[in-house]
């Protein structure tokens, strides 16, 4: 009996290491590099920053740096207690814009309520808002508003190529590219106007200035810690398109430092994602007997305790997953480790996701940049 659970378990695993197999063959096929084009519109870059003195520097510089579109670059203060404004003013570039952000008002979440602000005060047509963090490529911001012309998108977005500094990093940042290629259809997201197959990564999200308006932007959302989640549904319930580009030509981004800050960031907005009593134990499923299991049940067979019959299927999942992992790594150009880290990784993002459910209703709160928002209000 023992025998035929384990056989059974490994087919299963071996089904649920295909479905992300054969989309991410799908996804990395249609996704690509958008082809920048001049264009006299202006691109308004907005850059949220509160404590950010060993970023933003580098950040503002990359913006400014860039080509074939004019560019603003307004940098939103948001009651820094560092070095940040000054090292903004310090730049000098008639470009560039420093602006106060002002209290935080009751309902808002700090990030909504800063990038609210500057797009009030932006003058382009094209909104991009990227993270304090994130290093524009030269013709980043040409290629996004190519993009959203010639394809109607009033919303366009994709990941940075993920900078890598730690074990840490590699065992956590990796699953965004994982779990947006592997699970979202993008030729369906692109087709149906379905709220749900809405995606973007909140390191970097161009909008057009009208469909920003109409919809109410991140006023819309401004009780939300997931703005990837939150403005292309948001826009797509408005009947307006959004899409997703091969981004990782296009910026990078050094999202943490070291693993307590990578699992205390995904801790975040883990409340919006998977962590929520009706999700995750379908994630749990579909990942964990997917991308984990073989791994283990391979471990086992190589010390006797699986059979011939479990261990070969198991084995085929591992070794698709694996060549899963391995074609995202190729195509985001991350660092090679992080293939065979993968069945970690896979672990430690459930893990993550568990504690913050199983902790929901005793924390009754998510905690970000000093400040405190209640669950219920995310």
């Known amino acids: 009996m023992t025998d035929t659970i384990l056989t059974a378990l490994a087919l299963l695993g071996l089904a649920l290491a295909l479905l992300p197999a054969v989309l991410v063959a799908v996804n990395l096929a249609v996704l690509r590099r958008p082809k920048p084009e001049a264009d006299p519109g202006l691109v308004s870059i907005l850059i949220p920053a509160r404590n950010e003195a060993g970023n933003i520097e580098a950040t503002v510089r990359a ?21 940040t404004p000054e090292i903004v003013r310090a730049i000098g570039d008639p ?33 991009l808002f990227i993270d304090a963090d994130v290093r524009l490529a030269p013709e980043g911001a040409a290629s996004l508003a190519a993009q959203a012309r010639r394809t109607g998108a009033a919303l366009v977005s994709g990941v940075p190529r993920q900078d890598l500094g730690t074990p840490g990093e590699m065992l956590t940042v990796p699953m965004i590219d994982f779990l947006l290629l592997g699970y979202l259809p993008v030729p369906l997201m692109r087709r149906l106007p379905d709220p ?105 067979g190589l010390l006797g305790l699986v059979p011939t019959d479990a261990l070969i299927p198991a084995a085929a999942s591992l070794a698709l997953s694996l060549a899963t992992r391995a074609a995202i790594t190729l195509a985001v150009r991350a660092p090679l480790a992080t293939i065979p880290l993968h069945p970690i990784a896979v672990a430690v993002a459930l893990a993550i996701q568990w504690n913050v459910l199983l902790r929901r209703e005793r924390a009754g709160a998510a905690t970000w940049k000093g400040r405190s928002y209640p669950v219920s209000g995310v």
Not at 107 to 119: E, L, P, R
Request: charged residues 15%; contains cysteine; proline residues 6%.
């Open 95 to 127: 470009r560039l814009r420093l602006v106060a952000v002002p209290s935080l008002p009751e309902g808002w979440t700090g990030k909504n309520h800063a990038c609210f602000h500057m797009a009030d005060l932006a003058r382009g047509p094209h909104l």
């Open 196 to 300: 749900s197959l809405g995606a973007a990564c909140g390191q970097l999200i161009l909008m057009e200035a009208d469909a920003y308006a109409a919809t109410g932007g991140h006023g819309g959302i401004r009780t939300s810690l997931h703005d990837g989640v939150r403005l292309p549904r948001l826009f797509r319930a408005a009947g307006y398109r959004t899409d997703l580009v091969a981004a990782s030509p296009l910026a990078t981004c050094r999202m943490y430092r070291g693993f307590a800050q990578a699992w205390a960031g995904f801790s975040k907005n883990a409340h919006e994602g998977m962590a929520t009593p009706r999700a995750l134990p379908v994630w749990t499923l579909l990942l964990g007997c997917g991308q984990v299991l073989p791994s283990l049940l391979v471990l086992a």
């Open 63 to 83: 913006a400014l740096a860039s080509t074939l579109v004019p560019v603003e670059v307004i940098v939103g203060d948001d009651h820094s207690t560092d070095a």
